[in-house]
């Protein structure tokens, strides 16, 4: 489990990216880094791109429910403008996001913000998602979570896509998307 190298205290302004496949618990994950800081009396902004919109318009949702206010973002520069007088900042599905929210993160921790980015580090073909890759290599704590196998029941690392759609981007949960084992997905792409 990720413990905080300071929730509160002098270490200030670092960035946390949490990845992996659908159903991995990212969000999960994300929502409750986020409820710790608000516990310890840090003031939290959560930002996710307006692409999402599966659950709800404006909160974020876990697969199990579990859910946090946020505010929607079209371009990755608005959320310079919206994070002041913020001591923790989340940002889910950072795969949508353009490749500017790198650097923004950067600005961000500079500022002495805590930033929580939570993602898909691969699409539906394995590859690469987004401006993932990026997040991962300028961050200074990585979390990698994994889903079940809906297939064997082993640790899963790829998403599954059920349907015959092509396209890096197509929203879905179950009814598209399923978590795979390597080698139950590599046995059917
Ligand atoms: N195959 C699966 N493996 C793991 N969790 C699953 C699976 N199918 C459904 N879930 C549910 O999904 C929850 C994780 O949801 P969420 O945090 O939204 O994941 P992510 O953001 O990574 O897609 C789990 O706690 C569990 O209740
Ligand atoms: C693999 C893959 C996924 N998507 C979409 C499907 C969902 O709407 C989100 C991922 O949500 P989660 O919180 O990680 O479960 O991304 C996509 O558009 N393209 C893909 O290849
Ligand atoms: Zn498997």
């Not at 599905?93 to 002495?112: M, N, T, Y």
Request: hydrophobic residues 40%.
């Amino acid at each position: 489990m990720f413990i905080e190298p300071s929730i509160n205290g002098a270490q200030r302004g670092w960035i946390e990216v949490i990845c992996g496949s659908m159903f991995s618990g990212k969000t999960e994950e994300l929502i409750r880094r986020l409820r710790r800081a608000k516990i310890a009396n840090l003031r939290i902004e959560i930002y996710k791109p307006a692409i999402d919109n599966r659950y709800h318009q404006t909160d974020v949702v876990s697969h199990d429910a579990n859910s946090i206010s946020s505010t929607i973002i079209e371009n990755s520069q608005t959320i310079l403008l919206y994070a002041s007088h913020v001591d923790v900042v989340g940002i889910d599905e950072a795969q949508f996001f353009d490749p500017e929210i790198v650097s923004v993160c950067e600005k961000l921790a500079a500022r002495g913000i805590r930033v929580i980015v939570a993602g898909l580090d691969m699409d539906y073909k394995g590859r690469p998602f987004g401006p993932m890759p990026a997040l991962l290599a300028i961050a200074d704590y990585i979390t990698k979570l994994h889903a079940i196998c809906v297939r064997c029941g082993n640790i899963a690392s790829y998403s599954y896509r059920k349907t015959a759609q092509g396209g890096q981007v197509l929203l879905g949960e179950t009814d598209v998307y399923e978590p795979r084992c390597r080698k139950c997905y590599y046995e059917e792409v």
